[in-house]
């Protein structure tokens, strides 16, 4: 499924490295001990503080997350755009487990969180597994008991001697307990079919997933690896880590 989305992230080339933000300069791990655990205990630690923004670094606030447009679905027979949209509850991401490989610069993160919450507006036109949806309105999607296997690739560049790592490729896997859609004002306001094929999302919701996961996936990778980018353009490796 092809998906374009457009996030408000602010990409910077310093001339002069930036030290890590006083805050989380207490989170920084040895690269010879532990590296592993270490980022997952400290990781958790930094995500809400990092959700709630780093304005000198130009890191937007992510509860809730703004979000102006998506394209979560677009083929010959569906089409499905999001506009203002907030995702709540990044900020309650948990770390379970980390895998670096400093050879081939390829770093794999998996996520759990109990609850994320994507509103906004929506227009829809086609049709999704055989039935018609049409409409446009608010709209909210929850991903409930979400696991997500983040995996990073990028390459390291030099900068005024200093080293720099640059993200090049996001991949994310995920896994639901459950996914509840509702979308408000479909069929142009006529409730019954609304409400009917609220209903039929919801009962097929694993399905479903073939046409709306790939999107929502795109969509929370890109937001995450976006903001890495933004601190990584400012803070050299020797900043993030203690040797």
Not at 42 to 57: H, Q, R, S, T, W
Not at 85 to 113: E, P, Y
Not at 181 to 204: P, S
Request: charged share 20%; hydrophobic share 40%; with cysteine.
């Amino acid at each position: 499924m092809k998906m374009n989305i457009l996030i408000f992230v602010v990409f910077v080339c310093c001339v002069h490295a930036r030290e890590l933000p006083k805050f989380l300069q207490p989170f920084k791990c040895s690269t010879k001990k532990n590296v592993e655990n270490c980022i997952v205990n400290n990781g958790n630690k930094a995500i809400p503080l990092v959700a709630e923004g780093i304005p000198d670094y130009k890191v937007p606030k992510m509860n809730p997350l703004l979000v102006p447009f998506a394209q979560l679905i677009s083929t010959p027979t569906l089409g499905l755009n999001m506009t203002n949209v907030k995702i709540h509850n990044l900020g309650n991401m948990k770390l379970s487990h980390v895998k670096f490989n400093w050879q081939t610069n390829i770093f794999a993160f998996d996520l759990r969180c109990k609850s994320i919450k994507i509103e906004g507006e929506y227009s829809v036109n086609g049709k999704i597994m055989v039935l018609p949806m049409k409409g446009n309105g608010p709209f909210e999607i929850y991903l409930n008991d979400g696991m997500y296997n983040l995996t990073i690739s990028g390459t390291i560049s030099k900068r005024n001697g200093d080293k720099y790592f640059h993200i090049e490729e996001t991949r994310m896997n995920y896994h639901f307990d459950n996914v509840k859609f509702q979308f408000n004002n479909l069929f142009d306001g006529n409730k019954q079919l609304g409400d009917e094929m609220n209903k039929f999302l919801n009962e097929n919701w694993e399905p479903l997933l073939a046409d709306f996961g790939p999107g929502i996936s795109k969509t929370i990778s890109s937001i995450i690896a976006g903001f890495m980018q933004v601190l990584l353009n400012q803070i050299p490796h020797s900043e993030i880590f203690l040797d």
